[in-house]
């Protein structure tokens, strides 16, 4: 099966940096794409930023300019550098792969999800 481990998440100050990584393990075959969720209490996940695999990144109207996605297909990783944190950034952080392992079609796999507070 797969595995979704992150990392990279804490505490920063409003204008502060962060960056998210999450790796995928298992018998992973194609990933399709990837990307990041989060979820801030009181309000459903919504999608931060995806990227291909071949590198077509897609991001969320209130991180743009801000966050950038990126991915280490040798590695089956994904990245979230923030920067210019906000206040309204703080949320539990979710990677998610859409890919296909062995005798399966295309899937969706969650993390277990990273916090990040943007406190001063």
């Known amino acids: 099966q797969v595995q979704l481990v992150e990392s990279g998440g804490g505490l920063v100050q409003p204008g502060g940096s962060l960056r998210l990584s999450c790796s995928a393990s298992?018998?992973?075959?194609?990933?399709?794409?990837m990307g990041w969720y989060r979820q801030a209490p009181g309000k459903e996940r919504e999608l931060v930023a995806s990227i291909t695999w071949g590198g077509i990144p897609t991001y969320a109207d209130s991180v743009k300019g801000r966050f950038t996605i990126s991915r280490d297909t040798a590695k089956n990783t994904v990245l979230l550098q923030m920067n210019s944190l906000k206040p309204e950034d703080t949320a539990v952080y979710y990677c998610h792969f859409n890919l296909i392992v062995r005798w399966t079609s295309y899937m969706d796999y969650w993390g277990e999800g990273t916090l990040v507070t943007v406190s001063s």
């Open positions: 298992g018998s992973i075959f194609s990933i399709n794409f």
